[in-house]
Every structure is written in C-alpha cells, then in structure tokens.
C-alpha cells in the first residue's frame, strides 16, 4: 500500500505547473456567466461570504434583510467605481480583514447592533467588488462580466442566509459557531501571508 501511495505521489511530481491565476475562476468563464460562478470559484470572495451569511443568519430576522440589502449596496457601489476604472490595491486585504471579523462573530454567537453588522456587510459587499476587476477584455464584455459577479454575489449570500434558516438545532448551531471559527483562522493566516510579503 505504501508503495502504491508513493508511486502516485512520485507521479504528480510530474505533472505540468500553470501559474495560478484569480481571474477568470476557470478556462473560458467570461461574461456573464464567467462573473456569476467568480464568487463561487474564488476563495477569498467565497470564504468572506460564507463568514457574512452565518453572521447576518445569527442576527435577528429585521437585521438580516437589512445587512443583506447594505451588503447589496456596498456591491452595487463597488460594481460602479470598478466601471469608472477605480481599482483599489488594498481591497483583498479588506476582505480578508472583514472576513476575519465575521467569524469571530460567529463563534461568539452574539447578537451585534443592526449598524455594527450593516456596516460590515457593506464593507464585504464593496470590497468583494473591487477585488474583482475582469482582465483583458472589451468594456463591454467588463460590464457584463460585472453584471454577473453582482448577481452571482447576492445568489451566494441568499443562498447561505436560506441554508442558516433551516439550522434550528442545538447541534447545528454549534456547527456553525466551529465552521466561523474555521473562516476567521483562514482569514488571518491569508491575511498575515500576504501582509507579510
């Protein structure tokens, strides 16, 4: 067994490096299309919401939509200054840095006043879009690809918010609370690698 295990991992050795690359998720994702999965197949931008749609699940039901709706804004905000052409160079980091945030919240398990978790969805919801600038391509085909980074973001982050309605459980709660334990240390240790380069 051992041996079989090593021949396959002397085998991967083998295998051709690609530079990694952030931007499109994958071969031939743009467009809309290409912009709807980015929020899926981008791990920052996935971790960050994940962390927010168990923060603002944990929230009372009148903050819940109201941090969704802030999130919502910060995106559009975001969409438009990345139409202008504004890209800023500290936005990953911000949404790593609210990312972190939101998952210590979430292995707190407190309760937060509606501004406090307003005004980080809309901090999550700007930066995830100005860390997500399409590369290489028409204007057009930039504002299409936009287009869907927005919606794909509002899908993903109503998709966690229905899932954290359906977890009433004790057990399921201490699930949660481990799993936003998980998103913070994830976020700082991404965070401290790339502050540190």
């Not at 295990?5 to 051709?16: H, I, N, S, V, W």
């Not at 603002?56 to 975001?78: E, F």
């Not at 399921?172 to 998103?183: A, E, P």
Request: include cysteine; charged fraction near 10%; hydrophobic fraction near 60%.
């Amino acid at each position: 067994m051992r041996r079989a295990a090593g021949f396959a991992l002397a085998l991967l050795a083998l295998l051709p490096i690609e530079d990694a690359s952030a931007h499109p998720p994958f071969a031939g994702a743009i467009g809309f299309y290409g912009g709807l999965l980015h929020p899926l197949f981008v791990p920052t931008h996935t971790l960050a919401i994940l962390g927010l749609g168990l923060f603002i699940g944990q929230q009372t039901p009148r903050g819940r939509w109201s941090a969704a709706v802030a999130y919502a804004t910060g995106l559009g905000a975001g969409c438009a200054a990345m139409l202008s052409a504004f890209a800023p160079q500290v936005a990953a980091e911000t949404l790593l840095a609210a990312a972190a945030v939101c998952g210590a919240l979430v292995a707190l398990a407190r309760k937060v006043p509606l501004l406090i978790a307003c005004v980080l969805a809309l901090v999550i919801g700007l930066a995830l879009a100005l860390d997500s600038p399409p590369g290489g391509i028409s204007v057009r085909d930039a504002n299409v690809t936009l287009l869907g980074t927005f919606c794909g973001a509002v899908i993903l982050l109503l998709a966690v918010l229905q899932v954290v309605a359906i977890l009433r459980r004790d057990w399921q709660r201490l699930g949660m609370r481990i799993v936003g334990s998980w998103i913070a240390a994830s976020a700082i240790l991404v965070l401290a690698f790339k502050v540190s380069r």
